[in-house]
T-cell receptor, first 112, second 115 residues
Framework: DAKTTQPPSMDCAEGRAANLPCNHS???????VYWYRQIHSQGPQYIIH???NNETNEMASLIITEDRKSSTLILPHATLRDTAVYYC?????????????FGTGTLLAVQP | GAVVSQHPSWVICKSGTSVKIECRSL??????MFWYRQFPKQSLMLMAT?????????EQGVEKDKFLINHASLTLSTLTVTSAHPEDSSFYIC???????????FGPGTRLTVL
């Protein structure tokens, strides 16, 4: 079972920041929060992941609450090419916990 | 970044035939690969975990005799859909875990249409 809850859809204006929330209230201490996205008819693309600290890379920022029960993925300047389904996934490290179990994700529609 | 390829990218076959899909890690070694299936407007569903040199581990409800998985090398896993039927038509996606950094990378997917 997916361990995360995300809104089914969100809109964002082109050029504005897109903030995608995710709840993972049952996350374990050794589980990471991963974000992937899937553009229509393509394989999922890795975006970012974190354990407890906020993380930033060239694609996005990940803000994890202090209690780790929720997180927010931030796309600082959304473009039309960022329209995709965004998946927030909780994943362990090593062995059987390596599996990525996908929930329903959030369909982000970037509007011109 | 690490690249995972799939072949073919799409295939159309007649009902009752078998179809083989290949998943390759192009620039890294992958002791573990995963196979997913995705129906239209749905999320990815994990089918099985493929471990190099050993039998695959199937998720509940996935028929191991119908979906044959072979992981013969550190860079190649194959999924064979045996005696395919129209209900097997789907988007099949593989992923591979890099043994170097434990990160998981996805292939572009294979669209199977069974007539």
């Amino acid at each position: 079972d997916a361990k995360t809850t995300q809104p089914p859809s969100m809109d964002c204006a082109e050029g504005r920041a897109a903030n995608l929330p995710c709840n993972h209230s049952t996350i374990s201490g050794n589980e990471y929060v991963y974000w992937y996205r899937q553009i229509h008819s393509q394989g999922p693309q890795y975006i970012i992941h974190g354990l407890k600290n906020n993380e930033t890379n060239e694609m996005a920022s990940l803000i994890i609450t202090e209690d780790r029960k929720s997180s927010t993925l931030i796309l600082p300047h959304a473009t039309l090419r960022d329209t995709a389904v965004y998946y927030c996934i909780v994943r362990g490290y090593g062995g059987a916990t390596n599996k990525l179990i996908f929930g329903t994700g959030t369909l982000l529609a970037v509007q011109p | 970044g690490a690249v995972v390829s799939q072949h073919p990218s799409w295939v159309i076959c007649k009902s009752g035939t078998s179809v083989k899909i290949e998943c390759r890690s192009l620039d890294f070694q992958a002791t573990t690969m995963f196979w997913y299936r995705q129906f239209p407007k749905q999320s990815l569903m994990l089918m099985a975990t493929s471990n190099e040199g050993s039998k695959a581990t199937y998720e509940q409800g996935v028929e191991k005799d119908k979906f044959l998985i072979n992981h013969a090398s550190l860079t190649l896993s194959t999924l064979t859909v045996t005696s395919a039927h129209p209900e097997d038509s789907s988007f099949y996606i593989c992923s591979a875990i890099s043994s170097g950094n434990n990160e998981q990378f996805f292939g572009p997917g294979t669209r199977l249409t069974v007539l």
